[in-house]
């Protein structure tokens, strides 16, 4: 660490990078950005560069794989002006003079007079920056191995003393993996995984930073128009919050009658039922109060369009419009083909830090299973981004579809460690009528009650009914109702019209 405090750090163009890299790069040294073609290794390059011509430094690209002209054309795509980089095509002298002739191979090629060439235009340009794509080049033009590293570490001692930083970017042939390793300051390695269905992953990592003390492991990122995008993998215990405020009830008073408790702060709540159960409704209606109290939520959908949540919370009187449009509450489209974990932990913190969102509804967890097939993996992930929502006194729903809708209804994963309080949804049949029950099977913050409730939602919103004494075989997945039809909610007065099933 104390080495750390005594270099000079320079940003990189890309704040979540310098995030991971615990503020920058180093300064002054040589660093390597490894990954296979097509990772954005020359995307990174422009994008360093370019911050460095905004702070007024004289930046060069050298480059050996692609004209000046693919460069900036690549560079427009994104929208950027490459006006205050400098570019260097590095071409061999043989090959400047026998190109329109013949075809020279690698070995043809007089490697000592090229490095003279890359030294030469370095000392005319004397730039704070340099990008040099890409070493693979530099290494092809090399009689073997031993003579490529008496080459670079010479060019690392004289880069050194021209006190600039520099990124080597290499593009991994199939050969010569980590052959630079040992003599560069940092090593950037950048990944591309294909998924069976959906959008390749992108990660990358630090592999090496000499005297910083960056964040390991992988981090998911992606390349999207004008950016490079980094979501830094979340270390909750590194994030500090506070739980403050009083439990969360819902809009529906009869659900707060049979839980008067409502949702504690800093707690995760998960509802459980199989597919119908109006699981995502009873979310809802606490997203919903928590807005109307003043506070903000996020609702992150998995699962449903926009045009069916809008439709769907419209029935049953819960129209989230007004506050969608006060910026209260935030609906969020999740597509499990196309996201990453890492990018969306990194949205649900961006509402938490940034929106000061105090409930976030995730819809539903088995969707986001779909974003990483390591189930392992998955629940860590998840772990660690319940305990830092659970940090920031933030009211957690997360909604469970269970495999089944009759019969035995099984969890496709057991998360109800993850969770503090449990709430059970089951359907049963009574009276030639399929019915809903539910029930708290588990509060790990206090009391609560342990009775079935049989309940409805119409467009008049919700209706609980009293305490259903027998129904038996609920965690079955087969309920049996004995008791009389009195107990029962009155099919005649559920307030639903025959436009309102039509529709």
């Given at each position: 660490m104390a080495e750390?405090?005594?270099l000079p750090i320079i940003e990189t163009g890309i704040p979540e990078l310098d995030v991971i890299l615990r503020g920058g790069l180093p300064k002054n040294r040589l660093?390597?950005?490894?990954?296979?073609?097509?990772?954005?290794?020359?995307?990174?390059?422009?994008?360093?560069?370019?911050?460095?011509?905004?702070?007024?430094?004289?930046?060069?690209y050298i480059t050996l794989s692609e004209s000046t002209e693919e460069l900036v054309t690549t560079a427009s795509t994104h929208g950027w002006n490459t006006d205050g980089i400098e570019f260097f095509e590095l071409i061999p002298e043989e090959a400047q003079a026998e190109?329109?002739?013949t075809v020279l191979f690698p070995t043809e090629v007089e490697f000592g007079k090229t490095i003279e060439q890359l030294t030469k235009r370095i000392e005319d340009s004397n730039p704070d920056r340099i990008i040099i794509d890409s070493i693979s080049e530099v290494r092809m033009l090399a009689q073997d191995k031993l003579q490529f590293r008496l080459q670079m570490t010479s060019l690392k001692r004289f880069l050194q003393q021209r006190n600039t930083t520099v990124l080597l970017l290499d593009d991994l042939s199939e050969n010569d993996k980590g052959d630079l390793h040992s003599?560069?300051?940092?090593?950037?390695?950048?990944?591309?995984?294909?998924?069976?269905?959906?959008?390749?992953?992108?990660?990358?990592?630090?592999?090496?930073?000499?005297?910083?003390?960056?964040?390991?492991?992988?981090?998911?990122y992606a390349i999207v128009?004008?950016?490079?995008?980094?979501?830094?993998?979340?270390?909750?215990?590194?994030?500090?919050?506070?739980?403050?405020?009083a439990p969360v009830l819902s809009v529906f008073d009869d659900l707060n009658n049979v839980f008067p408790q409502g949702l504690d702060r800093g707690t995760t709540t998960m509802l459980i039922g199989p597919s119908g159960a109006a699981k995502s409704t009873l979310a809802m209606s606490y997203a919903l109060a928590a807005t109307r109290a003043g506070e903000s939520a996020s609702f992150f959908s998995f699962d449903e369009t926009y045009?069916?949540?809008?439709?769907?919370?419209?029935s049953m009187n819960l129209d989230a419009t007004e506050a969608m449009d006060a910026k209260k509450l935030y609906w969020r489209r999740m597509n499990p083909s196309r996201i990453s974990p890492g990018e969306f932990v990194w949205q649900v913190r961006r509402d938490v830090e940034d929106r000061d969102v105090r409930l976030v509804v995730?819809?539903?967890?088995?969707?986001?299973l779909s974003t990483m097939p390591e189930e392992q993996s998955l629940i860590l992930h998840l772990h660690e981004l319940l305990t830092y929502l659970n940090k920031q006194?933030?009211?957690?729903?997360?909604?469970?579809?269970?495999?089944?809708?009759?019969?035995?209804?099984?969890?496709?994963?057991?998360?109800s460690f993850l969770s503090d309080t449990v709430l059970l949804c089951r359907f049963f049949e009574a009276a030639g009528t399929l019915r809903r029950a539910l029930s708290i099977v588990k509060r790990r913050t206090g009391a609560h009650t342990l009775a079935l409730h049989e309940y409805r939602l119409s467009s008049s919103g919700m209706q609980v009914g009293p305490e259903l004494s027998t129904l038996r075989g609920i965690f079955t997945g087969v309920p049996v109702y004995s008791g009389a039809h009195e107990e029962l909610l009155d099919v005649a007065s559920d307030e639903r019209t025959r436009d309102d099933w039509k529709r």
């Open positions: 750390q405090s005594k660093h390597l950005i490894e990954g296979a073609p097509g990772t954005g290794k020359t995307t990174l390059g422009l994008r360093f560069l370019l911050d460095g011509v905004n702070r007024n430094l004289r930046c060069l190109r329109q002739q003599f560069v300051h940092g090593v950037l390695s950048l990944g591309l995984f294909e998924r069976d269905y959906g959008a390749a992953r992108r990660r990358l990592r630090i592999a090496k930073m000499r005297g910083v003390d960056f964040q390991s492991g992988w981090h998911d128009t004008g950016e490079i995008l980094v979501f830094p993998s979340l270390i909750a215990e590194e994030h500090k919050g506070e739980v403050r405020g045009e069916t949540f809008r439709r769907r919370n419209e995730i819809d539903s967890i088995n969707s986001y006194g933030v009211v957690t729903i997360l909604v469970l579809a269970q495999q089944g809708v009759v019969g035995d209804v099984e969890n496709p994963i057991d998360l």
